[in-house]
Nanobody, 134 residues
Framework: DVQLQASGGGLVQAGGSLSLSCAVS????????IAWFRQAPGKEREGVSC????????WYVDSVNGRFTITSDNAKNTVYLQMNKLNVEDTAVYYC???????????????????????????WGQGTQVTVSS
């Protein structure tokens, strides 16, 4: 089984930055689509960003495009979400999730306006709280 450990959340003022980490153990991150989802109080969980195996493709929800960046460090088997210019609407619990996606399969993270499907993802981290104050 794959285990995911999300970390890096915290309290930040609007306009500030945070970097979330998703440490993957049990298998190589290169064989997985990794997605970040978030859930604000009273709202459904939404896809924020994802990357396919070997970081191709990458996808961002419109509300974070240009502010958030998803990257991977294969040596550390970790996927990061750098979040800049945070605003109060970004306040949520952030989750990372993994889906086995052999190179070439295209599972989990798609080109174009197709967000990652929450129900496709098999393994989930525990969530990390991000709070942005005005």
């Amino acid at each position: 089984d794959v285990q995911l450990q999300a970390s890096g959340g915290g309290l930040v003022q609007a306009g500030g930055s945070l970097s979330l980490s998703c440490a993957v153990s049990g298998d190589s991150v290169d064989d997985y689509a990794i997605a970040w989802f978030r859930q604000a109080p009273g709202k459904e969980r939404e896809g924020v960003s994802c990357r396919g195996p070997n970081d191709r493709p990458k996808w961002y929800v419109d509300s974070v495009n240009g502010r958030f960046t998803i990257t991977s460090d294969n040596a550390k088997n970790t996927v990061y979400l750098q979040m800049n210019k945070l605003n109060v609407e970004d306040t949520a619990v952030y989750y990372c999730a993994a889906l086995y996606s052999p190179p070439g399969s295209g599972y989990g993270c798609y080109e174009g306006p197709y967000p990652p499907e929450r129900r496709e993802y098999t393994w989930w981290g525990q969530g990390t709280q991000v709070t942005v104050s005005s």
